[in-house]
């Protein structure tokens, strides 16, 4: 039972060290004047077992294993400028959110002549 105690505390541990407020809430950008936030969804999931048995043909055995799997997903873009904060939601995944950061940067960008 201590192996299973061991594999769950582990876990444990590296959940505890993947999940911060860094996780969730990204790091600011700044972009001609407007400071950029990207806010993230987290999910995770992970499962720990063990058993110990005996075959009279192999004798006495013992086992355990733990595994999981996550995943992070771009929600919404708050975005602070000299008009104030207001929060944008991303529909699409990370591409969408990069797509989001061109379109605020486009439209507080200074105008300038296309060349033809």
Do not use: Q
């Not at 990207?38 to 005996?54: N, Q, R």
């Not at 733990?66 to 529909?91: C, F, Q, S, T, Y």
């Not at 797509?99 to 300038?112: L, S």
């Amino acid at each position: 039972m201590a192996d299973i105690d061991n594999l769950f505390g582990k876990a444990i541990s590296e959940i505890e060290h993947m999940l911060n407020t860094k996780t969730v809430v990204g790091e600011p950008i700044t972009v001609e004047g407007n400071t950029l936030i990207p806010l993230i969804s987290v999910g995770f999931g992970f499962g720990v077992g063990a058993g110990e048995g005996t075959d009279p043909k192999k004798g006495g055995g013992t086992g355990g294993g733990a595994a999981g799997g996550g995943g992070v997903k771009p929600v919404a873009l708050i975005i602070i400028n000299k008009d104030g904060v207001r929060v944008e939601p991303v529909k699409g995944g990370a591409a969408s959110l990069l797509d989001k950061i061109a379109d605020v940067a486009g439209k507080f960008a200074p105008n300038k002549p296309s060349a033809a």
